[in-house]
């Protein structure tokens, strides 16, 4: 909070003192509010917020800001030079809003037969049957899950579930609302 004040500060006597011309004042809010900034990848603070971004030296800038939040998909907002004369007021608004959009989440309900298997996806444990978990989604690339059981005295199992970006058909992947495993005896 003190980073921010000191920014807030320094941006006020910049303005009064009519050397502001390489620097652009800009408050950043998001729905909801709370989410972190990132500008050019550097941790600024927690929305509202405001930051004062200095004019980079050299000609066709990229000034980048991104948004994160826990249980949100990340959202960015890039700017560029276009021209070699343009300052950064020019590029860069004084107000940026960022409408953080919520991950879905996915509850899966996990059996087997017999109850008591363990079960871990990619490696982490997750509980013993019968349970349920909740996925959500990503952002980005599509993901594999390798849901595995495993019981002394039983095979081991495994259920691969592989995600995928929608199709040109239209068919888009759906997580299961169950899985269920039936052990067999070594």
């Known amino acids: 909070m003190a980073r921010v004040k000191w920014w807030c500060l320094a941006a006020v ?3 009064l003192s009519g050397c502001g011309q390489g620097s652009q004042l800009v408050r950043i809010s998001t729905d909801p509010p709370g989410g972190t900034v990132f500008y050019n990848e550097k941790v600024m603070g927690e929305t509202p917020l405001d930051v004062v971004v200095e004019q980079k030296s050299g ?4 000034y980048s800001f991104r948004v994160v939040k826990e249980n949100y998909k990340p959202v ?9 004369y343009q300052k950064i007021r020019d590029i860069i608004p004084d107000k940026l809003h960022f409408v953080l959009e919520e991950r879905k989440r996915f509850p899966i309900a996990i059996s087997s037969e ?3 298997a363990a079960i871990s996806l990619n490696g ?3 509980g013993k049957t019968p349970f349920t978990t909740i996925v959500e989604e990503a952002a980005g690339k599509p993901r ?3 849901f595995v059981a495993d019981m002394q005295g039983y095979r081991q199992e495994m259920i691969v579930l592989r ?3 929608p199709k040109d058909d239209g068919k888009v992947f759906i997580f299961p609302d169950n899985l269920h495993f039936d052990l067999k005896i070594k």
Do not use: T
């Open 144 to 146: 594999v899950f390798n």
């Open 124 to 126: 982490e444990m997750l």
């Open 13 to 15: 006597l910049l303005v």
């Open 59 to 62: 000609d066709y800038n990229y």
């Open 76 to 84: 960015e907002k890039v700017f560029k030079e276009l021209f070699y």
């Open 163 to 165: 995600e995928f970006l």
């Open 114 to 116: 017999p109850s008591g």
